[in-house]
Structure formats: C-alpha cells, structure tokens
C-alpha cells in the first residue's frame, strides 16, 4: 500500500507504541503528504510506561513524556487528547469517538494497547481498588494512600512488584498475592524466584505465593481480601496487578477478525483482513500466534506498519525478542532467550549466593551455545549475553556466571560479540550499526538504541571508541581544563548550562555521561558552588559522594571523622569508642593518623555523624576526591631532633584544605626535621622543617606507582609556605586532567617542575594574585558539608537503603564476628551443571 498525497492515516491511541508509529512515518516522508490525525483516550501525550513507577521517586509527568518538543507542530500532526475512538465503520471508512466527532479515514492504524485485567471476585470495584497502568491511576493511589495503612497488590509479576515498591514507598505495609507458586513467574525459574522472594521478604514486604484472591471485603470501601487458602488479609487498598488483556473491542465490533483469547489477527506486515486497517502493539495478534506484552516488539511493530504503508514491504514481523532486564524493588531481574531451559536437551550452569540474593542460570546446548539465561541480584553482564544468545561464547558459561575474581581469566565484553548481535532489543540495533559511530549521542540520534528502556546503555558505551579529538568525553569536545576556565571565566554554576552552551551539538539537551558529570560537578564544586547535594549538584556525584561515605565490599560504609594533624584530645577519642560500641562498627587507625570506623549502613550515617558533629568532629573527606589528611610527626615540641613545629603547621595546611575539591585525592604530611618520619615526600604536597624555615616538597605519590616529590622551594617562612602552597594547589586544580594525581599531571604538564616552578614561585603567567584569591574564597566559604547535611530534611532524606522503602535496612549487609570486632560476612557460593 502507498500513501498519496492528501490521504488521511488515522491512528487510533497514542501512546508508547502510538509515538513510535509517528515517528516511522516521518522517518519514510509520509507525514510530508498525508494527513495524519491522532486520537488519544488519556489526557496527555505519549509517555514511557516502562518507566511509570520513577513517578514515585519524584520524576514528573512531564519528564516522562516520549515526545519530542516541536515534533507534533514540525510534522503537521493532528492530536486530539481525551476523546477516545468508540466506533469504527469500516464500509464507510469513518471512526467516531465518544463526543460524537466523526472522523474519515484511508488507512487506519489501531494502537489502542491493552488494558488491566481485574479478577471477576466479589468487591472487586470497592472504593479502595485501583489498577496500575497510567499516570491518572498513580495519582489517585497516590491520593488514597494518604490515609491507608496496609495495601496488597494481587499479582506477583513485573508490574505487581513495581505497584508493591510504589506502595511501600508510600509508607504503607505492603502484601504481594501470586497465584503461581513464585514471583515472576514468566521470566525467571524456581530458583530464581526464590532469590527474589528472600530479597523482597528481607525488605520487609510479604509475599503470599500459590494462593487466588477469592473476595474484597468491605462496607463501601476495602478493608480486608480473602484468599484460596481460607486465610484473611487485612488491607484498606488493594491493587490489582495481574496481567493485561489486548484491546480489541473496536476491531471485534467492526467485524475483524480476533483471536479466541484475544488480539486483532495481523499479517507480518501488521495488516489485518481489511487491507486499510493495521493493528500495532498489544493490541495485536500476530503472525507467529502470539499478544506482545513489551515494548520492543510494538516498536518493531509500528517500524513494519510505517514501511509498510510507505510502500515498502521489505520489512516485516514474524516474532520477537521477549528479554527483559528491570530493577524491582532495588533488585536487578532479568531474563532473556530459553531462560526456562525448554530445548531438548539443554543443560543449566547455576551459581546462587544466598546470602546476597544473587541467582544465576545459564542454559547452553550441548555444544555449549548459550540458550538463555536467568540473572536475579546482579545483571551486570546482560548486555553481553543476551546478545550471545545462539552463539557459543568464548569462554565457558561455568566462568560466566561467577563473580569478577572467581571467574573467567579476562572479562567478558561487548568486542567479543559477532556483529549482527542485536544491542538494543527494543529498536533491533545490532553490534554491526553501532561501531560505525562516534559517540552515545550520535547512536542515540542515527539508531535510537538506548533510547528505550535503557538496558542497552552500559553495552553501548563500551562499544563505542574513545574520544580521539582530545575532549573529555562524548559530550564535551573540551578538556577538563577549559570547560574549569569556561566556569571560571562565565560563573557557570550548573552541569545543564555548561553542557548546553559549551557540549558537543550532538550531546547539548540532553543527559550527559558517566565521565564528565562527576567531573563537572569536582570542577563546580573547586569554585565554590554550595553543598554537593543541594539542586543540581546531587546527580552529578558518584556513590560515595552522593552518601558522603566511602561504600566497602558489602554494601556498607565507612565513617572518617576528621583528625586534623593527628591530634586528638582523650574526650575526642572516648566520643570516637562510644559511637563505635554503640553502633557495632568496627574501628581502625590507618596510615594517614585518624580513626576509621566501618561497617554502617546508609540509613545510620545521619545518626552516627550527628553524635560525632555534637562532640566537635567534621568530615574527613575520605569520600572525595579533595584533600584527605596532613600527617605530622610530633615535631620540635616532643622529639630532640625536631626543629620546627610540624604538628601546628600539618593542623593549620589540614584545616586551610580542608574540603578543596580537586580532579583526584589530595594527601600531604609535615615532617618536623631531616629524618622524615611523616613521609612527607611521598605525598601530593609534602613540608620538611630546616633551621631556617620549611621545604617544600610537590608531586609524591606513595600509591601503586610510587614517586619521590620534588623540591620545589626552600627555607620558606610560615606565610611563605603558605603561599605556595595556595598557588601550587590552585594550579593544579585548575589544569589537570580528570582523575589525575599530581604526580602524573607533574610529568604530563608541559615543562613540567620548571614550568610549575615559574608558575608558582616566579608568577611567570601573572596569575598569582587570582590562584591566591581562589583559595582565599575556599577558605572563606568552608563549611562542614555533614554538619549541614544532618541541619537539613531534605538532605537527609537520601540516606534511604531503598528510595521506594524507606526506613528498610539493606538485609544484604551482613557481619560476622572476628578478634573482638565485625567484618563483612562473606557469600555463601554454589556452582552447579545439571543435565535436564
């Protein structure tokens, strides 16, 4: 079929899939000619379902929207919102909708999705139950929940767990009901569903697993269900989660042909018996027998549709790829291929870490060419072995599903997949389409993979070639060092302005990457921007700076009071042990002459640190990339070698420093003579007492590649000192590369040390007076960012385990005990290979 110009293509439902047809329309030129009108049954354009439950982790509606701001306008497409399609007269080739307005057509495209199926029991429509399928369903549970306390959710699979996480999150003790004897029962097996249902228990949710929901009881609104079991719940709210029945109400009355369980028959061009009308999405049967309840088949759907009607026939559908990969409830599921192992033959590689929750399945043929797999706790490597689905992969899948250090030699990439692997399930991209590339954005833009639900992205990235003209990313063509002299020299204050003015075209508007945001937030942070957490800012950091903690091995984290010098008074150290008994964290004195305490969960931190702020304490910026300690020896005042006060000079550098934000981890000591015992030049920024004044020392690096500091300046003065110090770090700060210590932006800077030496001493570039003034307003606008963070609700409010349940510890931070104190406890791990 061919579209002529003047024609009229009416699409009947505008959501998801609806959007995507659009946009294959105007991908072929057919919205350059024909009239194209959209009728939509809700109230607001398209938006992403896949993502609706973000709603409730305060993404808005309008962010969730799938459309393109100008695309309705620059295609010149007719779009009628809350007035949905009633009646298709097929003869006279018109459909009219609820308010009476009759539209003609000569292609009409049915999208018309699915809708929630609700048990046929008694109560079932008691002012209390609701659906979870729009954004108008969430606002009204939203609504509801207000003055509930308990809430059960009938249905176990994806939506269910996503409706319990949102109820949870709302405050309320939550109940799963499951019919089939496991949650999830279509994507993940026996023992995957038991790795869930222990992660979710542990959550403090309760899941009813082999029972039916028999009656809603109440007086007008809900206040109990009864279950096939004989047993009661009780439950002011119920939602019902359990599946979606294919909308095909318009087409059955019209005469076209469906399905006995439902869907609109369609050929593999999405065509149906009438050659003027084509069905897309959930709402269709076809060609292979099957309803797709996903998006990525619908997308592939409306791409057939569109060409189809453009007049290519080249394309068509005959199947799809029903891989899933969600985080539920804070926990990775994913599935993907034969994950139920249902080829004759197939043989399952099973590795299972109960105390983690973690659950693995492979399923590989004889020959060893992966079938399929389950992936529960940790999904990590779903971007690479969904697409090795029908491949032998080229290490064994017994090395696969084992944790990094336990597994294979070398790990497993993306380069390692063939090039017609398919990449992005939900646009059909393959390896082979994306190499090609330049960058994530471009890909998005050329292909639209990643564009989807998002599990593409990590792989993607991967994928794709370091930047090759000197930028710091796919989004900035800038090096660090100009986009810090573009804030500098404009007072940039947010990631969004500088990545809009000064990003790469094709990167501007949008979300950015995982290098060059947190290196845009160290660069605002340097500058004197507020709290890390305020606005902004909070997005921008990674794990431990968005905790203000450094995450261990287990999941929990570490507390570093500041020690500056290493001094401390005996209360200091009492408050230090009482906080560490009272909290059962478990204590040690490290290298840099301070307290570490570990062991705590997020969700402590707030208390911990409010009890340490009380007594005096700040935060030691172990988290940070920002200056961590000045170590001293105990100088002149204790030691008969020493010849200078090292231990007031190491206090007055650390409290100067303290919290300066800088491209990677600062760390200095002041040694009191000759002798050296602070180690001060194997470090950032090292001083040495002489007779006459301090040496000072830059460039150390007492780390994995070692490097002896070296001499910059002399026998200074205190202030002296001081000074140089200000202008070495600001310096430094200023044209280092991301993530490069001191000792390397030492070697890599052109001139190196004599270049730094004309700089910093001998003001050769004349910037002195400004490096000065840098650091005069860090010192001046320092202020403890845990002291303000405990001072501050909405702060606070991120130390949650679970965004969606907060006040739930994390059930996977686990200790035992050992000489007198705690460590993480270690995985329970089985590997198993079983023939079926």
């Known amino acids: 079929m061919t579209t002529e110009p003047g024609r009229t293509i009416l699409v009947v439902g505008h959501g998801m899939v609806g959007q995507r047809f659009l946009e294959a329309l105007a991908d072929n030129g057919v919205t350059a000619d024909a009239r194209v009108v959209v009728l939509g049954e809700e109230p607001r354009a398209a938006y992403d379902r896949v993502h609706l439950t973000s709603y409730f982790s305060g993404t808005t509606p309008d962010e969730l929207s799938m459309v393109e701001e100008g695309f309705i ?3 010149g497409i007719e779009l009628l919102l809350g007035d949905p399609a009633e009646r298709v007269d097929r003869a006279a080739r018109t459909v009219t909708t609820r308010a009476g307005r009759s539209f003609a057509y000569d292609v009409l495209v049915l999208a018309t999705g699915s809708y929630p199926f609700v048990p046929p029991v008694p109560g079932k429509d008691l002012t209390g139950c609701f659906v979870y399928r729009t954004i108008e369903d969430l606002l009204a549970i939203e609504a509801y929940a207000r003055t509930a306390t308990t809430g059960a959710v009938v249905g176990g699979g994806l939506l269910g767990l996503e409706a319990a996480g949102a109820l949870k999150g709302l405050g309320l ?7 089939a004897p496991r949650l999830m029962p279509a994507q993940v097996d026996d023992g995957g569903g ?11 949710l309760s899941v009813h697993t082999g029972v039916g929901t028999q009656e809603v009881t109440g007086e007008g609104a809900v206040d109990g269900m009864l279950l096939s079991d004989g047993s009661r719940l009780a439950t002011d709210l119920v939602v019902f989660s359990a599946g979606v029945r294919p909308r095909d109400q318009l087409a059955r009355a019209c005469g076209l042909p469906v399905g006995e369980r439902g869907g609109i028959v369609v050929d593999e061009h999405c065509r149906t018996e009438d050659p003027a009308v084509f069905a897309i999405g959930e709402c269709a049967l076809t060609s292979d027998g099957k309803v797709y309840g996903l998006v990525a088949p619908g997308y592939e759907m409306a791409v057939t549709a569109a060409e189809a009607i453009a007049g290519g026939l080249e394309k068509s559908f005959t199947g799809a790829d029903m891989s899933t990969k969600l985080k539920l409830l804070g926990v990775d599921v994913a599935s993907f291929g034969d994950a139920h192992g249902a080829t004759d033959g197939s043989l399952d590689v099973v590795y299972t870490d109960a105390r983690s929750g973690i659950y693995k399945k492979l399923v590989v043929s004889p020959d060893g060419t992966l079938l399929g797999g389950v992936l529960v706790g940790d999904a990590e490597m779903y971007g690479t072995l969904r697409p090795l689905t029908g491949h032998i992969p080229p290490i064994p899948a017994e090395q696969l599903v084992l944790p990094a250090g336990l597994g294979a030699p070398v790990a497993l990439g993306p380069e390692a997949l063939p090039d017609d692997a398919v990449i992005c399930s939900c646009h059909n991209v393959t390896k082979g389409a994306v190499t090609p590339l330049s960058s994530l954005p471009e890909v998005k833009k050329c292909t639209r993979a990643g564009t989807g639900c998002g599990s593409c992205v990590k792989t993607l990235e991967k994928l794709l070639p370091k930047t090759g003209d000197g930028g710091l990313c796919d989004c900035f063509a800038k090096t660090r060092q100009e986009l810090y002299e573009i804030a500098l020299a404009l007072r940039v204050t947010s990631y969004e302005a500088l990545l809009d003015d000064h990003g790469r075209e094709s990167a501007r508007g949008g979300d950015g990457c995982e290098i060059c945001k947190p290196a845009v937030a160290s660069i605002l942070a340097s500058l004197g921007n507020g709290h890390i957490l305020d606005g902004g800012q909070a997005a921008l950091q990674d794990t431990n700076d968005h905790f203000l903690a450094n995450i261990q091995r287990n999941g929990s984290y570490s507390i570093v009071p500041r020690i500056p010098g290493g001094e401390i008074t005996p209360e200091k150290l009492i408050v230090i042990g009482e906080v560490a008994r009272d909290h059962g964290l478990y204590t040690k004195i490290t ?41 001293s020896c105990v100088g002149r005042t204790w030691c008969r070698y ?9 206090i007055q550098l650390e409290l100067r420093y303290r919290g300066l934000r800088s491209p990677h981890k600062l760390k200095s000591a002041v040694s009191g003579c000759a002798r050296e015992c602070a180690e001060a030049q194997s470090k ?23 490097r002896h500091a070296d001499l910059l300046a002399q026998d200074l003065s205190d202030a002296e000192l001081v000074r140089l110090i200000d202008r070495f770090l600001m310096f430094y700060i200023r044209t280092a590369d991301r993530l490069e210590r001191t000792s390397v932006w030492l070697e890599r800077i052109e001139g190196g040390l004599k270049h730094v030496e004309d700089v910093v001493v001998h003001d050769s570039l004349g910037i002195c007076d400004e490096l000065e003034a840098l650091m005069a307003t860090h010192v001046d606008d320092y202020r403890d960012e845990w002291a303000e963070t405990i001072e501050d609700p909405e702060r606070l409010a991120r130390f949650v385990s ?19 104190q705690i460590k993480p406890e270690l995985p329970v791990l089985t590997l198993e290979v079983a023939a079926r």
């Open 684 to 706: 950032d920024f090292g001083v040495i007492a002489t007779a006459n004044g301090w040496n000072l020392y830059v460039g150390g690096n007492g780390g994995a590649t070692p």
């Open 73 to 75: 306008e620059r295609h």
């Open 591 to 631: 290298g840099g002459q301070r307290i570490d305490l570990f062991g705590a969960r997020v969700d402590q931190l707030p208390q911990i640190w409010a009890k340490l702020v009380a007594a005096g304490f700040e935060s030691g910026h172990a988290y940070g990339k920002s200056l961590r300690t000045v170590k």
């Open 194 to 204: 038991a790795a869930l249902l222990r992660t979710i228990e542990n959550m403090g």
């Open 173 to 179: 003790t939550t109940h799963i009901v499951e019919f």
């Open 802 to 820: 679970f965004v969606n349940a907060p006040g739930t510890p994390d059930p996977t931070v686990r200790f035992v005990p050992e000489r007198g």
């Open 642 to 650: 020493g010849v200078q006060d090292s231990v007031k000079m190491a």
